[in-house]
């Protein structure tokens, strides 16, 4: 199973920027799905951002048009986030799935069976 380390996080001011970045232990470009999700305690861990097997790319409406998601190099996935709200404020998380899972399943954290292990967002009005 794939390893996968994040790093990136930190506390910003709204309205400003971040770029998580995922390092994986083996190449993961076109061929698994890898994707960002997000959770705050309490909460359901929800996706932000995927890159499936393919090459499609989706993401969730709260992020749309303000977080890119990006595979810099065979095993480096990145999050650039832009115009970040307190809402942004969680625990964002790496995930893998070494298959094609299509538009309905790539933001579902069901498909994915290796996460790592975290890094914290924390947005300040």
């Known amino acids: 199973q794939v390893q996968l380390v994040e790093s990136g996080g930190d506390s910003v001011q709204s309205g400003g920027s971040l770029r998580l970045s995922c390092v994986a232990s083996e190449n993961t470009y076109r061929r698994y799905s890898v994707g960002w999700f997000r959770q705050a305690p309490g909460k359901e861990r929800e996706g932000v951002a995927a890159i499936d097997s393919d090459g499609s790319t989706s993401y969730a409406d709260s992020v749309k048009d303000r977080f890119t998601i990006s595979q810099d190099n065979a095993n480096t996935l990145s999050l650039q986030m832009n115009s970040l709200k307190p809402d942004d404020t969680d625990m964002y998380y790496c995930?893998?799935?070494?298959?094609?899972?299509?538009?309905?399943?790539?933001?579902?954290?069901?498909?994915?069976?290796?996460w790592g292990q975290g890094t914290q967002v924390t947005v300040s009005s």
């Open positions: 995930a893998a799935e070494p298959r094609w899972l299509g538009r309905w399943y790539r933001l579902s954290r069901a498909e994915y069976n290796s």
